[in-house]
């Protein structure tokens, strides 16, 4: 077994906590790099290009001084110079020696590290006040002091932009997160619903989401109401075989106990048993074709409608069945004998074979028709019967259902299962069996709706 990646075992295992890393990851990334960038630029080389300028002034004044015949002179050509460059100058002033900085103030160690490589003669700093710098450097007239204002050499307040970043960040990351839980809350949701599913309890779900989590949410809906039906057929499938065969085992076991075993059968007695078997031989068939049309995975494959259809309306009427192929109609024209439609050819044929049986068992007349939509193709048949009540037709698709006082039994009986049979097909395919009065013959019309 190969062994799970290390960087595994560290990454969150929940949807919300993936998520958050997904969202935070980027972000983090992007302020990091911002905030390396700004402190390249603002705390070094903006920093070290005003304090190489205030170095020129500096200079510049301690040279005039240097220049000068006497003191007063000195301080005259110094004040002249320092007052529209904005500098206070002091001679004699205070002696200072070394350096005063805040531990905390980086863009100090770049106006520190500028001035004593441009001004050698430097001997002390002071950048404690925050808002002013003190510098002071020797004079052949004693100790000369400047003071100028700190945002000469450094950008003022630069920590704000440090501090609006991570504010936005932190908000934009907030609001985020809150849409974020909104959308991961119904995946959350179809979670739990799947796996109360499983274990046997039905929990209230609702879609909800964006479209792709919706089309998740509906899919498990499907698929969670097809199961329950299979589920249901099964067990009316179960409880139909032991009922339906129940009376044919009941006439054959008493037919069986009436014979005399000194005489040979009657005909008529070998020929009601005879028919028993084959009632209850039907009776099977017609369970294991409903119960294989669920099973069988036939894939797709195109399909010629009209040719098809043909085919249906010829194999019904050499069985001496009184169908009629009726309009294969698309648009203001027929179905030409090339329109092919992906299909499961099996799965269908046991679905139309199944509706001209109920129409032809119950009607005089049947009569079998298409049409061919740009979006859907409607499979049709109708027969002159007595026709399904509206009230009773949602009914009628049950399995095992007859719906004895509307339908003629005097053809034959059936188990109940046809309808129910051609509905799992048209669901197969993702249509629909739908009932309607027929609209020529006066009886049912009974249509499979499959979409293009």
Same mark, same amino acid.
């Given at each position: !077994?190969?062994?799970?990646?290390?960087?595994?075992?560290?990454?969150?295992?929940?949807?919300?906590?993936?998520?958050?890393?997904?969202?935070?990851?980027?972000?983090?990334?992007?302020?990091?790099?911002?905030?390396?960038?700004?402190?390249?630029?603002?705390?070094?080389?903006?920093?070290?290009?005003?304090?190489?300028?205030?170095?020129?002034?500096?200079?510049?004044?301690?040279?005039?001084?240097?220049?000068?015949?006497?003191?007063?002179?000195?301080?005259?050509?110094?004040?002249?110079?320092?007052?529209?460059?904005?500098?206070?100058?002091?001679?004699?002033?205070?002696?200072?020696?070394?350096?005063?900085?805040?531990?905390?103030?980086?863009?100090?160690?770049?106006?520190?590290?500028?001035?004593?490589?441009?001004?050698?003669?430097?001997?002390?700093?002071?950048?404690?006040?925050?808002?002013?710098?003190?510098?002071?450097?020797?004079?052949?007239?004693?100790?000369?002091?400047?003071?100028?204002?700190?945002?000469?050499?450094?950008?003022?307040?630069?920590?704000?932009?440090?501090?609006?970043?991570?504010?936005?960040?932190?908000?934009?990351?907030?609001?985020?997160?809150?849409?974020?839980?909104?959308?991961?809350?119904?995946?959350?949701?179809?979670?739990?619903?799947?796996?109360?599913?499983?274990?046997?309890?039905?929990?209230?779900?609702?879609?909800?989401?964006?479209?792709?989590?919706?089309?998740?949410?509906?899919?498990?809906?499907?698929?969670?109401?097809?199961?329950?039906?299979?589920?249901?057929?099964?067990?009316?499938?179960?409880?139909?075989?032991?009922?339906?065969?129940?009376?044919?085992?009941?006439?054959?076991?008493?037919?069986?106990? !009436?014979?005399?075993?000194?005489?040979?059968?009657?005909?008529?007695?070998?020929?009601? !048993?005879?028919?028993?078997?084959?009632?209850?031989?039907?009776?099977?068939?017609?369970?294991?074709?409903?119960?294989?049309?669920?099973?069988?995975?036939?894939?797709?494959?195109?399909?010629?409608?009209?040719?098809?259809?043909?085919?249906?309306?010829?194999?019904?009427?050499?069985?001496?069945?009184?169908?009629?192929?009726?309009?294969?109609?698309?648009?203001?024209?027929?179905?030409?004998?090339?329109?092919?439609?992906?299909?499961?050819?099996?799965?269908?044929?046991?679905?139309?074979?199944?509706?001209?049986?109920?129409?032809?068992?119950?009607?005089?007349?049947?009569?079998?028709?298409?049409?061919?939509?740009?979006?859907?193709?409607?499979?049709?048949?109708?027969?002159?019967?007595?026709?399904?009540?509206?009230?009773?037709?949602?009914?009628?698709?049950?399995?095992?259902?007859?719906?004895?006082?509307?339908?003629?039994?005097?053809?034959?009986?059936?188990?109940?299962?046809?309808?129910?049979?051609?509905?799992?097909?048209?669901?197969?395919?993702?249509?629909?069996?739908?009932?309607?009065?027929?609209?020529?013959?006066?009886?049912?019309?009974?249509?499979?709706?499959?979409?293009?």
């Amino acid at each position: !077994m190969a062994q799970e990646p290390w960087i595994k075992r560290f990454l969150p295992r929940g949807l919300y906590g993936r998520a958050a890393l997904i969202l935070l990851l980027p972000v983090l990334s992007v302020t990091l790099v911002v905030t390396v960038t700004f402190l390249q630029r603002h705390f070094d080389r903006v920093t070290r290009q005003m304090t190489t300028s205030i170095a020129s002034e500096l200079a510049l004044i301690s040279a005039r001084i240097e220049a000068a015949p006497d003191l007063a002179a000195a301080r005259a050509d110094a004040e002249a110079l320092a007052r529209p460059l904005g500098l206070t100058v002091m001679l004699p002033g205070e002696a200072l020696s070394g350096i005063d900085r805040d531990f905390f103030d980086f863009s100090g160690l770049a106006v520190v590290s500028e001035l004593r490589r441009l001004l050698p003669a430097v001997t002390g700093i002071d950048l404690a006040p925050r808002n002013s710098v003190t510098v002071s450097m020797p004079s052949r007239f004693g100790p000369l002091e400047f003071v100028f204002e700190r945002n000469r050499v450094s950008a003022s307040n630069p920590h704000q932009l440090l501090v609006l970043m991570l504010a936005t960040s932190l908000l934009t990351s907030g609001i985020a997160f809150i849409f974020l839980r909104n959308q991961l809350r119904p995946i959350r949701r179809l979670a739990r619903a799947a796996e109360g599913f499983g274990r046997g309890r039905n929990l209230p779900f609702r879609p909800a989401g964006a479209t792709e989590v919706r089309a998740a949410g509906t899919a498990f809906l499907d698929m969670r109401a097809r199961i329950e039906r299979q589920i249901e057929q099964r067990t009316l499938m179960l409880s139909g075989v032991s009922h339906d065969l129940r009376t044919p085992l009941t006439r054959l076991r008493l037919g069986l106990t !009436m014979l005399d075993p000194d005489e040979p059968p009657e005909p008529a007695e070998i020929e009601a !048993m005879i028919r028993d078997v084959d009632d209850m031989g039907q009776l099977l068939d017609s369970f294991l074709t409903f119960a294989r049309d669920a099973s069988e995975a036939e894939p797709a494959r195109p399909l010629a409608i009209a040719p098809f259809l043909r085919s249906l309306a010829e194999d019904s009427q050499r069985a001496g069945q009184a169908l009629q192929l009726g309009a294969l109609s698309e648009g203001e024209g027929s179905i030409p004998d090339s329109t092919e439609i992906p299909l499961r050819e099996t799965l269908l044929r046991r679905a139309v074979v199944n509706l001209i049986n109920n129409a032809v068992r119950y009607g005089e007349q049947a009569e079998l028709g298409a049409t061919l939509g740009p979006r859907s193709l409607v499979i049709w048949v109708e027969d002159d019967g007595p026709g399904i009540p509206e009230d009773r037709r949602a009914e009628a698709l049950r399995p095992f259902t007859r719906l004895d006082p509307a339908r003629n039994q005097d053809r034959g009986q059936g188990v109940g299962l046809g309808l129910s049979i051609a509905a799992d097909a048209a669901r197969a395919h993702g249509g629909q069996l739908r009932f309607a009065d027929a609209l020529r013959l006066g009886g049912l019309r009974a249509e499979i709706v499959l979409p293009r």
